[in-house]
């Protein structure tokens, strides 16, 4: 009887172990099926601009994107759902490389856990300095977003 408690007990806990947060994987697909259904449906979504220069682009009464800085030149693009940046991509214009280049930056619970490089590389996170980059993006996202409240 004992060896029977334990088993199920063991079942139990490797059965609930790993599922209080998603595989990585999983979150980044989820991301990108967001990214791809702002994308998609960006005409039908009402818009508002400020001077900085930014627009705004809203489902109902929520902010969904905010696309900040010079179309072709620079900027950054974020992306929201319920409120929360998940989502924001850079741009520069590389006189070098004669063209524009970008930086995809990956955001769960209100953390940074992928950067993306113009080559499609992963940046380490774990340097002091590159997680702050994160921290950056949340704070220009919400000084962006209430900039839209006014």
Do not use: R
């Not at 060896?3 to 595989?23: D, K, R």
Request: proline fraction near 1%; aromatic fraction near 14%.
């Amino acid at each position: 009887m004992k060896n029977i408690l334990v088993t199920i007990f063991l079942t139990f806990s490797f059965g609930c172990f790993g599922q209080t947060e998603p595989a990585t994987d999983s979150i980044i697909n989820n991301i990108k099926k967001q990214y791809h259904f702002i994308q998609d449906n960006l005409k039908s979504f009402n818009t508002a601009k400020i001077k900085d220069p930014a627009t705004a682009y809203y489902q109902g009464n929520q902010i969904k994107l905010i696309v900040f800085g010079e179309a072709e030149k620079n900027g950054v693009d974020y992306y929201f759902s319920n409120g929360q940046l998940y989502f924001a991509i850079d741009y520069n214009y590389d006189k070098n490389k004669k063209g524009v280049v970008s930086n995809q930056y990956y955001f769960s619970n209100g953390k940074l856990i992928l950067w993306l490089d113009n080559d499609q590389k992963k940046i380490d996170l774990s340097l002091g300095t590159n997680s702050i980059v994160g921290q950056g993006l949340k704070a220009h996202s919400s000084k962006m977003k209430d900039a839209f409240k006014k």
